[in-house]
């Protein structure tokens, strides 16, 4: 009786004392999973937070507008000085003289956007070394270059209409596509499609401008 007495007592404190030591590792434990988890929480939040904002740099109205606005200014302007240069300084000059290339009816160059002159301007000067070049230089790479918009055809025949070729039993009865240019035949010179029949006039799709 008195041995079981004994072992009964020494018995309980070796339980207790081994739930003793396990809590505190509970504890550790559990504190180290959560230490874990507010870290990783932490970091989540800070990558959530930079993500939202270099979306709000992207989408920001008054950032893009003050980029873009300064950009589409200088491309505008580019456009208003060679627009005056061609046509006011040097077409309308006695200085002009047709084989040098710069040949361009208003509202061709009007239908072209400033980003369009504006990136084959660009262009040029990567092939002139970076160098900014003359109005002159410009305008006549521009002349070759620049593209060539869906709606010429419609363009072209405003300036035939309102030029004094038209009429007086000389209306266009056939064009044909020569990729860069245009061969136009009218009543006066009809399209016979023999090997010299050549237009009445050539049209250069780019400028709008056109040669007999």
């Not at 009786?1 to 404190?13: K, Q, V």
């Not at 874990?36 to 932490?42: D, E, F, M, P």
């Not at 900014?132 to 002349?143: M, P, R, V």
Request: net charge negative.
């Amino acid at each position: 009786m008195m041995f079981a007495l004994l072992f009964g007592c020494s018995s309980e404190p070796q339980t207790a004392d081994s739930n003793d030591a396990d809590e505190p590792m509970k504890e550790n434990s559990s504190r180290s999973t959560e230490l874990s988890k507010k870290q990783n929480a932490t970091k989540k939040d800070k990558a959530t937070y930079e993500e939202n904002q270099e979306m709000n740099n992207d989408n920001n109205p008054r950032s893009k507008t003050k980029s873009d606005s300064v950009s589409q200014e200088k491309m505008e302007q580019l456009k208003k000085t060679l627009r005056t240069y061609i046509f006011d300084e040097y077409m309308d000059s006695s200085d002009y003289v047709y084989a040098k290339g710069i040949n361009w009816t208003k509202n061709f160059y009007d239908n072209l956007t400033a980003k369009e002159i504006w990136t084959v301007m660009e262009e040029y000067k990567e092939k002139n070394n970076g160098k900014e070049g003359t109005l002159f230089d410009k305008a006549n790479y521009l002349s070759v270059n620049a593209p060539i918009k869906d709606n010429w055809k419609e363009l072209f025949l405003v300036n035939w209409k309102n030029s004094p070729y038209s009429g007086n039993d000389n209306e266009i009865v056939k064009m044909i596509d020569k990729g860069d240019v245009v061969w136009v035949y009218t009543e006066q010179i009809s399209y016979t499609g023999e090997e010299n029949n050549y237009p009445y006039i050539v049209l250069d799709k780019r400028t709008g401008f056109w040669h007999g």
